[in-house]
């Protein structure tokens, strides 16, 4: 697969790096979970995946405590950099669009993450955004956060790009999470 790599001012903070896709990333990957939820008037689908290739990823960062003894990091930043990939078939701009609505619709509920584990979405698989979250410990994902990544990264990569795909990967220093947008 080629990349095509850009950076979007949308995303404060961003860098040109190279990352691999999570798929690449996820390793031998297993299925835990897959549900279909209603939200409006679209169905979604969910899966979760553990991802064995994720500790790899940060096995070389020290070990961090609970910011505030937590022990879920809330993560509704959208500060990450942006990589679009060609070749393949491409995500379908107008699903991604309605997948990111439906998401949207769900407000400023969370979902929950644990560690080394990836969770798609889609709508009819013709677009799905995947959130991972390739750090050691559990985050509370906002859903309008990740739908407006979700949403500006389709609409850059597949729009101003005509590419077929892409992901962006956390800019936060102690952040291991990515967001992918692919058919």
Not at 54 to 79: M, N, V, W
Not at 112 to 125: C, D, E, K, L, N
Request: hydrophobic content about 35%; some cysteine.
């Amino acid at each position: 697969m080629q990349l095509l790599f850009t950076t979007l001012a949308f995303f404060a903070g961003s860098t040109l790096t190279a990352a691999a896709s999570i798929k690449e990333t996820c390793g031998d990957s297993k299925i835990l979970n897959t549900t279909v939820i209603p939200v409006g008037d679209q169905q979604i689908t969910i899966t979760d995946v553990y991802c064995p290739g994720f500790a790899a990823l940060t096995a070389h960062e020290p070990k961090r405590a609970y910011p505030l003894g937590k022990k879920d990091i809330q993560q509704c930043s959208e500060s990450c950099s942006e990589s679009c990939f060609i070749g393949g078939t491409a995500a379908n701009w107008p699903a991604c669009q309605t997948l990111s609505a439906s998401l949207t619709e769900l407000g400023a509920q969370q979902f929950v993450m644990t560690g080394g584990t990836a969770r798609t979405f889609s709508i009819g698989g013709a677009c799905q955004f995947t959130f991972a979250n390739q750090d050691g410990y559990t985050y509370d994902v906002c859903y309008d956060s990740f739908s407006n990544v979700g949403y500006v990264l389709a609409n850059y990569c597949l729009q101003g790009m005509a590419a077929a795909g892409g992901y962006c990967t956390s800019s936060s220093q102690g952040s291991y999470w990515q967001v992918e947008v692919n058919y």
